[in-house]
T-cell receptor
Framework: DTGVSQDPRHKITKRGQNVTFRCDPI?????LYWYRQTLGQGPEFLTY????????KSRLLSDRFSAERPKGSFSTLEIQRTEQGDSAMYLC??????FGQGTRLTVV | QKEVEQNSGPLSVPEGAIASLNCTYS??????FFWYRQYSGKSPELIMS????GDKEDGRFTAQLNKASQYVSLLIRDSQPSDSATYLC???????????FGKGNQVVVIP
């Protein structure tokens, strides 16, 4: 039990479609981070929330990406008009101590 | 210069041997350092954290930190086949604590 649940675990989508991922920290956490990991690389920071406020976004987060954390609990990450380069594992994490299981996105 | 670098290629070690992994970082102000283990297709799992110069031991794992030289290493003693994984080094940024990761080192323990 990592204390964080991510849904779905796997998503296959056609290029150009929109996808949305969800992250549910099991216990209360003020902070929540999203990372993206491509094959053979370490996770890369995407964005960070302090409660419901999105405080920082990476340059990796193009206009096609949007993230929310309503009420400071669960968070969603949406990718619009997906591209093959978006294929990656998307990870959320409330702290350095643990990560969710991740959502593996494949864009075909 | 990347924030965190792990430059070694895949490491193959015989069962029972010591696996040694190195990581360098660019920010001299970094105060904490983390090692994660990641099995194929799974998310990273925190296995060691270190904050002070010197060695920190936890079971078969030892983390070594040298802030003057800006490197942190991980030793895995008595390597087991279950240690076969990718090991990621990470350093948090001051303020928002977002993590900067190295690209990881794959370790293969040969029975």
């Amino acid at each position: 039990d990592t204390g964080v649940s991510q849904d779905p675990r796997h998503k296959i989508t056609k290029r150009g479609q929109n996808v949305t991922f969800r992250c549910d920290p099991i216990s209360e956490h003020n902070r929540l981070y999203w990372y993206r990991q491509t094959l053979g690389q370490g996770p890369e920071f995407l964005t960070y929330f302090q409660n419901e406020a999105q405080l920082e976004k990476s340059r990796l987060l193009s206009d096609r990406f949007s993230a929310e954390r309503p009420k400071g609990s669960f968070s969603t990450l949406e990718i619009q008009r997906t591209e093959q380069g978006d294929s990656a594992m998307y990870l959320c994490s409330p702290s350095e101590a643990f990560f969710g299981q991740g959502t593996r996105l494949t864009v075909v | 210069q990347k924030e965190v670098e792990q430059n070694s290629g895949p490491l193959s070690v015989p069962e029972g041997a010591i696996a040694s992994l190195n990581c360098t970082y660019s920010d001299r102000g970094s105060q904490s350092f983390f090692w994660y283990r990641q099995y194929s297709g799974k998310s990273p799992e925190l296995i060691m954290s270190i904050y002070s110069n010197g060695d920190k031991e936890d079971g078969r794992f030892t983390a070594q930190l040298n802030k003057a030289s800006q490197y942190v290493s991980l030793l895995i003693r008595d390597s087991q086949p279950s240690d076969s994984a990718t090991y990621l080094c990470a350093v948090p940024y001051y303020g928002n604590n977002r993590l900067a990761f190295g690209k990881g080192n794959q370790v293969v323990v040969i029975p």
